[in-house]
């Protein structure tokens, strides 16, 4: 959220929370109160960190942009569970922190639609640049642009090294695993709190 209030501050704008159901559930019912001509930009956790739910960004995506507002999807918590079709519910950027996948601290991941990533100016200098001068600089080509300096080489060898291990596992089994293991934690809650 932090990065969020410092666009919202440089931008002059504000960030308004998308209301929650009695169940803490996205509430899909009144979403026209959020959506109106001065919204941009909808941002979505695939999971949420404190109660496990898991938004229908589907259908969150589809209605959003039908008032042309960009979607983006927080997967720091949902990436471990499941990976989503970025391209099949067309969302607009999606992002995630390497150490949620089992990878090395330090290390993000932004997938963004290539015609919104050009429309992004470079924020820093070093490698992003093709050319500077005292009074003008041209900015490499996307995806460079966004290269600032020296890239973090060892991390991104570390992480591919992570996703090749994670292409062996069958998501749904670990997933169903995961379950079993939530399951039995209650049930010893229970027991400890109860005996």
């Not at 209301?19 to 919204?39: D, F, G, V, W, Y």
């Not at 090749?164 to 399951?183: R, S, V």
Request: with cysteine; net charge negative.
């Amino acid at each position: 959220m932090i990065p969020w209030l410092i666009v919202a501050e440089q931008a002059d704008t504000k960030i308004v929370k998308w209301p929650l159901e009695e169940t803490k559930q996205l509430s899909i019912k009144h979403p026209t109160a959020l959506i109106n001509t001065r919204a941009r930009i909808i941002v979505i956790s695939q999971m949420s960190n404190v109660n496990g739910e898991q938004p229908d960004i589907q259908a969150i995506t589809k209605l959003v942009h039908q008032h042309n507002i960009l979607v983006v999807a927080d997967s720091a918590q949902g990436i471990v569970h499941r990976g989503l079709e970025v391209q099949a519910l067309d969302i607009d950027f999606y992002v995630f922190s390497a150490h949620k996948l089992y990878g090395p601290t330090g290390l993000g991941i932004c997938d963004g639609k290539i015609a919104l990533l050009a429309e992004i100016a470079p924020c820093k200098g070093g490698k992003i640049l093709t050319k500077a001068n005292f009074s003008h600089f041209t900015a490499e080509a996307i995806l460079y642009g966004f290269e600032a300096g020296k890239p973090n080489i060892a991390r991104v060898l570390a992480f591919n090294a992570v996703i090749d291990w994670m292409k062996a596992i069958n998501w749904q089994q670990a997933e169903n695993y995961a379950i079993t293991l939530t399951d039995y934690t209650e049930l010893t809650n229970y027991f400890i709190l109860f005996h």
